[in-house]
């Protein structure tokens, strides 16, 4: 509880969520997604990753006052002190927005080697499913917006929540389930994406 797992720009000022509707007292990984992915819409965030406090002069009154510098850092306040009930200020770093971008670099290069190996373009993914916590929690939107995945239509991406325990659960009440997967594992190809 307390965890901004939303961020969205809305009249020119970022707005959060936090989990349990609770104070915000951190930031989780959808909540940064979603962060950057808006920060980059409102031009806070360049093309480069940049947090650019020397053209904060052009941007909104409300976003203008949370584009800065700590020092040598600069930063962006995701949510002031007192807002929303926050008992300090929670705020996103240059270095914050370096690391989402070496995640999203390692996801982004390891579904395209995926799809060269696999001999499949953009255009001949049927689906992609977002499994697990994460992926269950995270925005479509923001997650293209970024580069984390394809920019497939929202039609051809899906939540499919635990998907390793559905599949067991699967497994374990269908014979023909059961089989399916034993097939699939025959054909699995291991990929080195190191």
Not at 26 to 47: E, F, N, Q, R, Y
Not at 81 to 107: P, S
Not at 140 to 153: M, Y
């Amino acid at each position: 509880a307390g965890a901004i797992d939303r961020v969205w720009l809305d009249a020119g000022d970022l707005h959060v969520h936090a989990i349990g509707e609770a104070a915000p007292q951190g930031i989780c990984g959808s909540g940064i997604i979603d962060a950057v992915a808006a920060l980059l819409d409102a031009g806070v965030i360049d093309s480069t990753g940049l947090i650019d406090v020397d053209g904060h002069d052009r941007l909104p009154a409300p976003m203008r006052d949370r584009v800065g510098r700590r020092g040598e850092e600069r930063v962006v306040t995701l949510v002031r002190a007192g807002e929303a009930g926050a008992a300090h200020e929670i705020v996103l770093t240059q270095d914050d927005v370096r690391q989402v971008q070496l995640c999203q670099g390692a996801i982004a290069s390891g579904v395209a080697m995926l799809q060269r190996v696999a001999g499949v373009p953009d255009e001949a993914v049927s689906e992609l499913m977002l499994a697990g916590g994460f992926g269950n929690y995270v925005s479509i939107r923001s997650a293209k917006r970024i580069g984390l995945i394809p920019a497939l239509p929202d039609g051809r991406v899906r939540y499919v929540g635990n998907a390793a325990a559905l599949g067991a659960q699967l497994a374990l009440l269908s014979e023909r389930e059961r089989e399916r997967a034993e097939h699939i594992a025959r054909r699995i190809e291991h990929v080195s994406l190191a």
